[in-house]
C-alpha cells in the first residue's frame, strides 16, 4: 500500500525514522521532535534515536533527562564507524541528524558514504531559538532536504540563508516539541521564587558572570528564593562548552561580594520541574523562556549586559520582556512583565499544526523514487575543521592527539575525495 503526496510521489505505507544526536540538548530536542511526528500508536511510522560518540557526548545522567517524558527507547551510544555499520545493514527513510554544525556534517556524509544510491533523507534543525540564520551555520547543513524552523520569522530568515549556499531545502514550519502548551495560566499566583535558566556560552567572560551573580543574590535578600538552573553539573558535558561554570564561581566570590553561601541554589535536571505556580523566569537568552511563556509566568529577558547577537538577546526584541535584573523584580512583584501577543505569534508561540509530519511524509516519498538530489561539497574555507571533527569522531583520542599534533596535512580514505 502507498499513498500519493502533494509532489505525487508515492509515499510508502511504513516510514522508518532515525534520530541521530551528538549532546544533551540535541537528544532532548531529537526526542521530542519524533513524538511530536504523529501518535505513538501510529504503525506506519517507527521512530528510534542513537547517540554518537563525541568529546560532547551526554553521560548517563542527561541521557535519562533528555528522554525523560519522551516515547523514544533509550538509545544505544555508538562511535562513527558502529553508526555507519548499522545504519548501511538497516538504512532508514528518514534520518534527523540532531547535532552542532561539524559534527553534524561529518555524520551527513558518513551516512550517505554507507547507503550510497539507497541514501535516506536528511533533516536537521537546532534545539531551540535559530536566529540569526548565519553564513557558517547554513553551510555546515548544506546537505539537509529539510531544515526544521520553529517560528514564522526563522522561514524566511533561513531560506534566504540556504539560497546563499545555493540550495533550496524544504523548511517545514514546528513548535519547539518541548513547550507545553495549556489553557491553565500558571502565572496568577504571586512570584515567590525567581529561577535563573544558565547558559554555556552567554555571558561569555568571567566578570559578567559575577556581577549576574551578585545581582541575583539580591534579589533574594529582597525576599524571592533564588533558583540558578544549571544545564550540568561539574564533569558533565555540554553541547557549548563553559568556560566559567556559575556555581564554582559562586563557590569562590559569595564571601567576596558580601552574600550567605546559601542565598543561591544551584539544582540541574529538566527545567519542567522549576516552571510551577508562584515560579517567574529569569534568563539572558535561554529557550527556557519561551517554555516559561507558553505556561504564562512571568518571564524576564536580562538586559544587564546589552542586547546584542553576541549575548543571543536580539531575538526578545520587540517581546516586552527585555529589562534589567532589578527592573525584573519590581515587574514580578507588580504581575508582568506583559509579553506582547503579535511577538509571541511570529516568535515560537504559533498556532496551527506542525509542518513537520507531512515534511517526513514527503521525503520518504521522494527517497522512495530515488528524487534526492546529491550531496553538496563542504565548503572549500571549512574543509579543515570538516577533517578535524572527521578524525576526532573515527579515531582514539590518543592517537588523534598524535595525529592533530603532526605538522603534516592529514587526507583519510574515507572522507569525501573532495573534503
Not at 561529518?106 to 547507503?115: F, G, K, N, Q, S
Not at 525567581?194 to 554555556?200: D, E
Not at 559562586?250 to 550567605?260: I, K, S, T, Y
Not at 517554555?291 to 549586559?305: C, K, N, P, Y
Request: charged share 25%.
Amino acid at each position: 500500500m502507498v499513498l500519493l503526496n502533494s509532489d505525487e510521489h508515492a509515499v510508502p505505507a511504513s516510514i522508518r525514522v532515525l534520530a541521530v544526536a551528538d549532546s544533551d540538548s540535541y537528544l532532548k530536542w531529537a526526542c521530542a521532535t519524533l513524538d511530536r511526528l504523529g501518535p505513538a500508536d501510529d504503525t506506519g511510522l517507527s521512530r528510534s534515536a542513537m547517540i554518537v560518540k563525541t568529546p560532547i557526548a551526554p553521560t548517563t545522567g542527561q541521557i535519562a533527562a533528555a528522554v525523560a517524558g519522551s516515547s523514544v527507547v533509550r538509545p544505544s551510544v555508538l562511535s562513527l564507524r558502529e553508526l555507519g555499520r548499522r545504519i548501511r545493514e538497516d538504512v532508514p527513510d528518514v534520518v534527523l541528524i540532531a547535532a552542532t554544525g561539524p559534527v553534524a556534517e561529518v555524520l551527513a556524509r558518513v551516512i550517505v558514504r554507507a547507503t550510497g544510491d539507497r541514501r535516506p533523507a536528511l533533516v536537521t534543525g537546532l534545539p531551540g531559538m535559530a536566529l540569526p540564520a548565519t553564513r557558517e551555520g547554513t553551510a555546515r547543513r548544506r546537505w539537509c532536504d529539510a531544515f526544521v524552523v520553529h517560528s514564522r520569522r526563522e522561514i524566511e530568515a533561513y531560506r534566504e540563508a540556504f539560497a546563499l549556499q545555493g540550495v533550496a531545502p524544504d523548511v517545514p514550519l514546528a513548535q519547539l516539541p518541548f513547550l507545553e502548551h495549556t489553557s491553565q495560566n500558571l502565572g496568577t499566583e504571586a512570584v515567590k521564587r525567581v529561577v535563573f535558566a544558565a547558559q554555556a556560552k552567554v555571558p561569555d567572560n568571567q566578570p559578567d558572570r559575577v556581577t549576574l551573580l551578585d545581582r541575583l543574590a539580591r534579589l533574594s535578600e529582597d525576599g524571592f528564593e533564588v533558583i540558578v538552573k544549571l544545564r550540568a553539573r561539574k564533569g558533565e558535558r555540554q553541547t557549548h562548552n563553559e568556560a566559567f561554570p556559575y556555581d564554582d564561581l559562586w563557590e569562590a566570590e559569595h564571601a567576596r561580594l558580601g552574600h550567605d553561601r546559601a542565598a543561591l541554589h544551584f539544582v540541574d535536571g529538566p527545567m519542567a520541574e522549576w516552571l510551577q505556580p508562584g515560579t517567574a523566569l529569569m534568563t539572558v537568552s535561554s529557550t527556557a523562556a519561551m517554555e516559561s511563556l507558553a505556561l504564562g509566568l512571568s518571564t524576564a529577558i536580562i538586559d544587564d549586559f546589552g542586547v546584542t547577537p553576541e549575548l543571543l538577546n536580539e531575538p526578545f526584541t520587540g517581546s516586552g520582556c527585555v529589562m534589567s535584573v532589578a527592573d525584573a523584580a519590581e515587574a514580578f512583584r507588580a504581575g508582568g512583565p506583559d509579553p506582547d501577543p503579535t511577538w509571541l505569534d511570529e516568535n515560537y508561540l504559533h498556532g496551527g499544526e506542525s509542518e513537520l509530519p507531512a515534511s517526513v511524509r514527503r521525503l520518504a516519498g521522494r527517497r522512495a523514487a530515488g528524487d534526492l538530489t546529491e550531496l553538496r561539497d563542504v565548503k572549500p574555507w571549512q574543509r579543515s575543521r570538516y577533517i578535524r571533527m572527521a578524525l576526532q569522531m573515527y579515531l582514539p583520542k590518543f592517537l588523534y592527539d598524535v595525529v592533530r599534533l603532526s605538522t603534516r596535512p592529514v587526507r583519510l580514505l574515507f572522507l569525501d575525495k573532495k573534503a
